[in-house]
Nanobody
Framework: QVQLVESGGGLVQAGESLRLSCVAS????????MGWYRQAPGKQREFVAR???????YYADSVKGRFTISRDNAKNTVYLQMNSLKPEDTAVYYC????????WGQGTQVTVSS
């Protein structure tokens, strides 16, 4: 079964933290590369972070130093620790392979109030 289930979003104030989780079905989870993406209202989906191979990570400039991506291969799960959240981080967050495949889950809403 093809499945991506994101969770952990919510409404927080600026400066607070959230931890997102994404459980992927085995057919989707790739130890070669998994990533987080987000889509703000009225904007295109954008890359946020990725983790590949031996654990190398890379982040969009807008989140560098504030977000941390990690994964648990045994659980087919990817995490995104988000600290020092800003109102501009408000978006629906999705996980997928990196580079992303065609299938997307429903995402999890993150809303940051000022």
């Amino acid at each position: 079964q093809v499945q991506l289930v994101e969770s952990g979003g919510g409404l927080v104030q600026a400066g607070e933290s959230l931890r997102l989780s994404c459980v992927a079905s085995r057919i989707i989870f790739s130890i070669n590369g998994m990533g987080w993406y987000r889509q703000a209202p009225g904007k295109q989906r954008e890359f946020v972070a990725r983790i590949i191979g031996g654990g190398s990570t890379y982040y969009a400039d807008s989140v560098k130093g504030r977000f941390t991506i990690s994964r648990d291969n045994a659980k087919n799960t990817v995490y995104l620790q988000m600290n020092s959240l800003k109102p501009e981080d408000t978006a629906v967050y999705y996980c997928n392979r990196y580079p992303p495949g065609a299938y997307w889950g429903q995402g999890t809403q993150v809303t940051v109030s000022s």
